[in-house]
């Protein structure tokens, strides 16, 4: 205990000279921060909506394209079972809302009807003049779909803001098809915006190499394929492609997507892995066209164009385009937060003040001070020289975890604070535990240097078992929760790493400092 | 060294009221939980969803004036948030209960107390903003967590502690919830912050007294299961009430000083860990003797 490393010494006093370092940009304004050089931390502590207000969205759901490309599915659907029961019909295309055919034979209708029925049952046939008929959704399947569009749309936006690391967005529905988002912090909400703007339908299709493309910009196009466009060359004129419109495999059966680089060229990339179902679908169709192109698809322009070298069989692979790494990692997050159902348009945009009136923060700023006063007047009654060195390593404690909280970008909330209050207890806990361990060993009849050092061993194994077990279910909180449960866990995971590096590591050297300077044989009281 | 809060040698017969704590904390749960069964929960506006009022006003607006008169007006949470200028405001209100008619009728009341020459840009109705995969996250998480920790007091200690302590730590939550049943307190996002708070701490505590049952397990190996129960709550009682207390104080400060938003955030914390610290007194440690421990098995380790 007495003999603490040089090296280790310098490490525990760097870090908390470091962490003073980085709090400093938490007490400049905006402007000196951007005078600042470069090598200077400039990030401060983010501020929640309730404490600090931030950017407000309003989006509204395009309903109609949805509906539109689900009676497009609808269709394509309905066709294969037609040709399946030799029904023959014409001219059956998907028109917004409905869909138009015409039967060879009339009387088929009944056994068109019990197609239907099996496919979904909000399908409703009427016949039209002259033997047409007319294939529709009935409003309660057409309600039924809105309502599962806009709470599917909610779910991805929240995916999608989450994994931005934008921490306590308010995500609510209002009104009947719009979705209200705000988001904390002044920031420029640009890159949200772009990111909410893509629908993000994500597929794997073969390419036809059958025709020039110039022919088939002229409409001279092979039955099922279609032209597609895909990024501006080098010399920045756009590139066209030929695509089957017979879909290999879409983003449903991808489980997982991260930005990468490229080995080789160091280009940045996207890596990507498919589900079983996925990977099998993709390793059959790779293994019978080695050689062709196939092109990955987003939101109907070719993102990247490539050749099957060889069959690909284990579910994963790459996307190599000519991406900057900002785009190789916003393409990873929407492959991973999966496609709208239907298409996002902000039809509003403000910025909001704080949740919490100004009179709430003040008197939440004066609370919390006076918390902090009280538990550092209570420890400096309770242990006296000890409370002043535990005392010590609450400010170094609180000092620390808002540097880390302002380099990690984590958003400080009115819940936040609460963990932090909390944060405050655990520190001091540790501190706690050591002194009555060795008040305890004093009784025993200890000498002064062997009781300390056997508070602090024994004491060690505690609190190493009672800040583990939080720890590891932060890490579960983490892991399965969202939004709010998200940012507790890790508010909650920097306070008590923090809070044992403060409470141990520090204390002890300032104990050992003291012990080896005055030489004390009893405690000062 | 300072103050002894705490004397040193307390020796507080904790074991030998056993039976009689234990039927009051199973009183004490079944009235939360019948509690529980027959009020339910009040859900917020987190929870519910509600109205949405934009307002304009010819003078920069007043907010907190706007919160004070509004404030008990209707059924509920309201806030007030700035909207882009200080001239707008808007206004969230928790959906009334009964009707579109009360949903009405909450807007009229809302409308007699402001100004005469706010302008009305929007009345919207909102959806909820917790999500129900919030909430079902939410319980995955809380349920993995406590697997987690259960996992790790078995390998750091034996099976008996991790269940017992598991057992503690659902007995806190549930009263917390019984807490905000009977009273009737908002139950919205800090609620559930609240109770994740309380778990962390009270199974902070729980470790503690563990920690020192084990030590004394191996110093004492023929005292009675019992006695050296009772003996390692007496001798971390003064760490337990020292930190319970410092915790205590600082979220009181919170309470006391806050202003009526923190106050009431902080109150179901404040209850939260006064339960915890309870609990691990009178039921983690206790409760190992009911449980039972293989005392053979850890003295060889």
């Not at chain 1, 309003?58 to 497009?72: G, I, K, N, P, R």
């Not at chain 2, 907190?64 to 949470?77: C, D, I, P």
């Not at chain 2, 505590?205 to 190996?221: A, C, H, M, Q, W």
């Not at chain 2, 930190?243 to 109150?267: D, E, M, R």
Request: include cysteine; proline fraction near 4%.
């Amino acid at each position: 205990m007495i003999n603490i490393p040089r090296w280790k010494t310098i490490l525990i006093l760097g870090v908390c000279v470091l962490g003073m370092f980085f709090i400093i940009p938490q007490f400049l304004s905006r402007d000196t921060l951007q005078k600042l050089p470069n090598w200077f931390p400039n990030k401060q502590v983010v501020l929640g909506l309730d404490l600090q207000g931030g950017a407000h969205l309003l989006l509204e759901v395009d309903f109609e394209t949805a509906l539109h490309e689900q009676m497009a599915a609808i269709v394509d659907n309905v066709k294969v079972e037609l040709r399946k029961t030799r029904i023959g019909y014409k001219g059956f295309v998907a028109q917004k809302r409905q869909a138009v055919f015409t039967l060879r034979n009339s009387q088929d209708i009944d056994k068109v009807k019990s197609i239907l029925r099996t496919i979904d049952q909000g399908l409703e046939v009427t016949a039209l003049t002259d033997g047409k008929f007319s294939l529709t959704l009935t409003s309660d399947a057409i309600e039924k779909r809105k309502k599962a569009s806009l709470a599917q749309s909610i779910e991805i936006v929240r995916r999608r803001v989450d994994e931005t690391g934008t921490a306590e967005p308010f995500i609510q529905q209002q009104g009947e098809d719009r979705i209200l988002i705000q988001l904390p912090g002044l920031q420029d909400p640009e890159r949200i915006k772009n990111l909410l703007g893509q629908t993000a339908k994500l597929q794997f299709r073969f390419l036809d190499t059958s025709v020039s493309i110039e022919d088939a910009r002229e409409g001279r196009l092979p039955p099922d394929t279609e032209v597609l466009e895909g990024y501006e060359d080098n010399q920045h004129s756009p590139v066209y492609y030929v695509a089957k419109k017979q879909v290999i495999i879409s983003g449903e059966n991808l489980i997982d997507a991260q930005p990468n680089f490229d080995p080789q060229t160091n280009q940045p990339i996207v890596g990507f892995k498919f589900d079983a179902l996925g990977a099998r679908r993709f390793g059959d169709a790779t293994k019978e066209n080695v050689g062709k192109l196939f092109a990955i698809i987003l939101d109907n322009k070719v993102i990247s164009a490539p050749r099957i070298n060889e069959p690909i069989t284990g579910g994963s692979g790459q996307i190599s385009g000519s991406f900057t790494t900002q785009e190789a990692q916003d393409l990873a997050l929407l492959m991973r937060a999966g496609a709208l159902p239907a298409p996002l348009k902000v039809i509003e945009e403000r910025t909001v003040g704080p949740g919490l009136g100004a009179d709430s923060i003040v008197s939440g700023e004066h609370a919390t001070i006076i918390s902090i006063v009280m538990v550092a007047v209570f420890m400096l009654v309770a242990y006296s020289f000890f409370g002043i060195i535990a005392n010590i390593a609450l400010l170094v404690n609180l000092i620390l975890l808002f540097a880390a909280m302002a380099v990690t970008q984590a958003t400080l909330t009115l819940p936040g604070i609460a963990g932090i209050a909390l944060t405050i207890g655990m520190a001091v806990d540790a501190n706690v535990l050591i002194n009555e361990r060795i008040k305890e060993e004093l009784r025993l009849g200890r000498k002064l240097i062997a009781a300390i050092d056997a508070g602090y061993s024994r004491a060690m194994t505690t609190i190493i078992d009672s800040n583990l077990t939080t720890l590891i279910g932060a890490a579960l909180l983490y892991h399965f929760g969202s939004g709010p449960i998200r940012g507790f866990a890790v508010t909650l995971t920097l306070g008590v790493i923090v809070s044992m590096f403060t409470a141990i590591s520090l204390t002890r050297v300032i104990v050992v400092w003291w012990l080896k300077t005055f030489k004390p044989t009893r405690l000062p009281i | 060294m300072g103050i002894q809060f705490f004397p040193p040698n307390s020796n507080i017969n904790f074991m030998g009221h056993k039976n009689k704590i234990f039927a009051l904390m199973l009183l004490i749960t079944m009235g939360c939980f019948a509690c529980l069964f027959m009020k339910g929960l009040t859900y917020g506006i987190d929870f519910k969803g509600g109205l949405l009022i934009e307002i304009r006003t010819s003078a920069p607006a007043n907010i907190s004036a706007m919160r004070t008169s509004l404030k008990n007006l209707v059924h509920g949470e309201i806030s007030l948030q700035e909207f882009g200028s200080p001239n707008d405001v808007l206004i969230r209100v928790e959906r009334q209960p009964g009707g579109d008619e009360a949903q009405l009728q909450a807007l009229e009341k809302i409308k007699s107390h402001l100004d005469a020459n706010v302008e009305y840009r929007r009345v919207e109705t909102v959806g909820p903003k917790v999500s129900e995969s919030l909430i079902t996250n939410g319980i995955y998480a809380v349920l993995g967590s406590l697997a987690a920790m259960l996992v790790y007091i078995w390998f750091r200690f034996e099976w008996q502690f991790g269940v017992c302590a598991v057992i503690t730590l659902a007995h806190d939550s549930l009263i917390l919830l019984g807490v905000f049943s009977l009273f009737a307190l908002e139950f919205n996002e800090t609620a559930l912050i609240a109770i994740l708070l309380t778990i962390t701490y009270s199974i902070n505590d729980t470790v503690v007294i563990y920690d020192r049952i084990r030590e004394n397990l191996r110093k004492f190996k023929k005292m009675p299961l019992s006695e050296l129960i009772n003996r390692s709550i007496n001798e971390t009682l003064s760490r337990t009430v020292l930190t319970s207390g410092t915790t205590l104080l600082s979220l009181l400060a919170l309470y006391l000083f806050g202003g009526p938003v923190i106050a009431a955030f902080s109150l179901p914390i404040l209850v939260g860990i006064f339960a915890g610290t309870i609990s691990s007194i009178f039921i983690s440690a206790p409760l190992l003797s009911i449980v039972g421990l293989n005392r053979g098995k850890i003295n060889e380790e």
